[in-house]
């Protein structure tokens, strides 16, 4: 399963992004898929999650101005970002779990100037 993020570049504090992450296969058996972002310097923190049965769950820092959500029918995982604050920069990651195996895409940069 290979996944390919896309929708991060640079915007002003206060902008949007809407990032999107493109499955090679179908995301209807994922247990669970997952935003993770990477700051300099530091590991990487789960920003969403969404479980099969559309349970989401979003990181304190992400929720009201965050919004995950899943397209079965086009096999991809979105997060609109809104609200952008100069802490948000970092590398997005999606994720997804099936069968105990882990997938993760590339990393898509997201740039917030203030």
């Known amino acids: 399963v290979q996944l390919v993020e896309s929708g991060g570049g640079s915007v002003q504090a206060g902008g949007s992004l809407r990032l999107s992450c493109q499955f090679s296969?179908?995301?209807?058996p994922f247990w669970t898929l997952r935003w993770f972002r990477q700051r300099p310097g530091e590991l990487r923190d789960v920003v969403a999650a969404i479980s099969h049965d559309n349970i989401i769950e979003y990181a304190d820092f992400a929720k009201g101005r965050f919004t995950i959500s899943r397209d079965n029918d086009n096999k991809k995982l979105n997060l609109q970002m809104d609200s952008l604050k100069p802490e948000d920069p970092g590398v997005y990651y999606c994720?997804?779990?099936?069968?105990?195996?882990?997938?993760w895409g590339q990393g898509t940069q997201v740039t917030v100037s203030s």
């Open positions: 296969e179908s995301i209807d």
């Open positions: 994720y997804g779990l099936l069968d105990g195996s882990t997938y």
